[in-house]
């Protein structure tokens, strides 16, 4: 746990030491959570990277799209 002032303009400076711990670089993003009394402050994950967890690797070659494609033609056309 550490202390940190409130500014005139309402930032708070994140103590190096917790930066460090993060990897939170000047210009990153943080997700900041109210909770009852208490602000959580969260590093922000990259959406791209996010997508990739959760879907995994989508690339696939060109010959499987195309029989895709041509599939997906057959159902349309009959």
Not at 39 to 64: H, N, Y
């Amino acid at each position: 746990m550490e202390r940190a002032r409130i500014d005139s303009r309402g930032r708070i400076v994140i103590p190096r030491k917790m930066r460090e711990k993060l990897k939170l670089k000047e210009g990153e993003e943080v997700l900041i959570i109210l909770e009852k009394d208490c602000l959580l402050i969260k590093k922000a994950e990259d959406p791209e990277k996010t997508l990739e967890k959760l879907l995994g690797d989508l690339t696939f070659s060109r010959e499987l799209r195309k029989v895709a494609e041509q599939e997906a033609l057959k159902e349309v056309t009959g």
